[in-house]
T-cell receptor
């Protein structure tokens, strides 16, 4: 089983560039999440979705956008990259709130 | 604002020893999660605790939840090197989907 797949694994962006981090899950999970992890810190929620067509802001949404047109895909868009967005980004999915979430392998993003 | 505090943040222990990691949180919540992360890797779900008094065990790890004290513990029994990793607890904001993570406890088990 593929589980949660994120692409790319690594990316270097210049300030002001834009990019989309892709996330796909094949478990038919309704809940999907985007987190960022800064060095030595826990994860912070950027955006989440409880189903196709429904998204909501997390703790640190500024500078990001998401969409959820299908159950499987939950892309994260950075419009104008800033050095403060240098981080490791994790996508996750779960069947519901009360069961475990499955995490992707992460995308390490550096903005220079 | 929900705050989640773990202690210790760093833990170095010898194989065969027992120890406990603590996770305190600041507001009412009925759901607490424990995750493991190996260096440079993703997060792996360990336990989901859904009610006061919940206790779950998997191998050498046992997690418990006291919602009245707003405290969860992760107890390690007879540690082995393979348990070396960073352990995170996370708490949701009372029925929302917004998990708040602690900073993590980096565990190193020495031979």
């Amino acid at each position: 089983n593929a589980g949660v797949t994120q692409t790319p694994k690594f990316r270097i962006l210049k300030i002001g560039q834009s990019m989309t981090l892709q996330c796909t899950q094949d478990m038919n999970h309704n809940y999907m999440y985007w987190y960022r992890q800064d060095p030595g810190m826990g994860l912070k929620l950027i955006y989440y979705s409880v189903g196709a067509g429904i998204t909501d802001k997390g703790e640190v949404p500024n500078g990001y956008n998401v969409s959820r047109s299908t159950t499987e895909d939950f892309p994260l868009r950075l419009e104008l990259a800033a050095p403060s967005q240098t981080s490791v980004y994790f996508c996750a999915s779960s069947y519901s709130q009360t069961v475990q979430a499955f995490f992707g392998q992460g995308t390490r993003l550096t903005v220079v | 604002e929900l705050k989640v505090e773990q202690n210790p943040l760093f833990l170095s222990m010898q194989e065969g020893k027992n120890y406990t990691i603590y996770c305190n949180y600041s507001t009412t919540s009925d759901r607490l999660y424990w995750y493991r992360q190996d260096p440079g890797k993703s997060l792996e779900s360990l336990f989901v605790l859904l009610s006061n008094g919940a206790v779950k065990q998997e191998g050498r790890l046992m997690a418990s939840l006291d919602t009245k004290a707003r405290l969860s513990t992760l107890h390690i029994t007879a540690a082995v090197h393979d348990l070396s990793a960073t352990y995170f607890c996370a708490v949701d904001r009372g029925g929302s989907e917004k998990l708040v993570f602690g900073k993590g406890t980096k565990l190193t088990v020495n031979p």
